[in-house]
């Protein structure tokens, strides 16, 4: 039998590796109904991290009222696999709409709501079932391992390296091999495998928070004694610039690159790969950094300064190398 906290991580790389997955199908996929332009992506990532974000404010205020946390993940993960047959089977239920509308409307406000409200309708539900499932993920973890935070972290950095095997494996393997519905119905299918793993693990494991033990404890005593938390607001603020920053840089690089490669939709996957797989590698660095600088303030402090930084400087860097 896999260990516990094996079991925990696995499901978390899997169910990030499926969500990243279908992330990059749908920019492929609305790139064929939409023109593979940069107002494509730009649409296809802000109903994408919107969902998550929506997703996850639902999940806030219901994860504490969970029975069983697994069973609740393994339907997260089954609606995720019915919902993205939308996007699957896309071009069979929009092919009357450019002709409807006719050519001018391409660049005109009629032609920019209908791509709006096809990136929401098909985009927004399974994006929404994303964003619940790290936070039940983290639950169910808690309950079945120990309520720690550096759990909590390990488990947000293999799904988050799930990700980006997920669009590493669509971009080189199942795109070339499977075509654009093939990969999409893998991906389901690995949605699917997720649910049924959760599933199992609802019927083998306690639903009841896991006894700490005198070492966790200890450990949690003192990082009470030396670490203050900061105010809530200013957590929300923080969380807030840094999310609006990211995306942001994130679709500048993307226009940039899409200037000196092939496609938009090369430029997107490059840049979407190395954002994910390093926002992965920066979470398990974070343990490391906490007991280096015990003040969350200032370390927050200290990164945010950095990343503003590198925001500034990478457009410039980029566009240096590329004109």
């Not at 749908?26 to 991290?49: H, K, N, V, Y």
């Not at 393997?173 to 693990?201: D, K, R």
Request: charged letters at 10%; glycine letters at 8%.
């Amino acid at each position: 039998m896999i260990p516990k906290y094996l079991a925990c991580l696995l499901i978390a790389l899997g169910s990030g590796a499926a969500a990243l997955c279908h992330e990059l199908l749908w920019t492929r996929r609305l790139i064929d109904i939409l023109g593979a332009t940069g107002e494509a992506t730009s649409l296809t990532l802000g109903c994408f991290f919107c969902g998550l974000s929506l997703g996850a404010a639902i999940a806030a205020r219901r994860v504490a009222h969970l029975r069983n946390a697994w069973s609740s993940l393994a339907r997260l993960e089954f609606a995720i696999a019915l919902l993205t047959l939308p996007a699957a089977f896309l071009p069979l239920w929009t092919s009357w709409i450019w002709p409807a509308l006719g050519p001018d409307a391409l660049i005109t406000w009629p032609g920019r709501v209908v791509k709006l409200f096809l990136s929401g309708l098909v985009v927004l539900p399974p994006a929404t079932a994303m964003g619940m499932t790290l936070p039940v993920l983290v639950v169910a973890a808690s309950r079945t391992i120990a309520n720690n935070p550096r759990l909590h972290v390990f488990i947000y950095a293999c799904n988050t390296l799930g990700g980006a095997l997920g669009l590493l494996s669509a971009s080189i393997w199942m795109l070339p091999s499977l075509g654009v519905l093939g990969s999409m119905v893998f991906a389901a299918v690995l949605n699917s495998g997720v649910g049924v793993a959760a599933l199992a693990l609802s019927y083998q494991l306690p639903n009841t928070l896991y006894p700490q033990t005198k070492r966790e404890k200890k450990r949690q005593a003192a990082a009470g004694r030396t670490v203050q938390p900061l105010p809530q607001s200013w957590l929300m603020a923080w969380a807030c610039y840094s999310g609006f920053a990211v995306l942001a840089l994130e679709i500048v690089v993307i226009r940039l690159l899409s200037l000196v490669v092939p496609s938009s939709f090369q430029a997107t996957s490059s840049v979407l790969l190395a954002v994910i797989f390093l926002l992965g590698v920066a979470a398990l660095v974070v343990p490391a950094l906490v007991r280096l600088v015990p003040k969350p303030g200032l370390l927050l402090l200290l990164l945010i300064a950095c990343a503003g930084v590198a925001n500034a400087w990478a457009p410039w860097l980029l566009h240096q190398r590329t004109k």
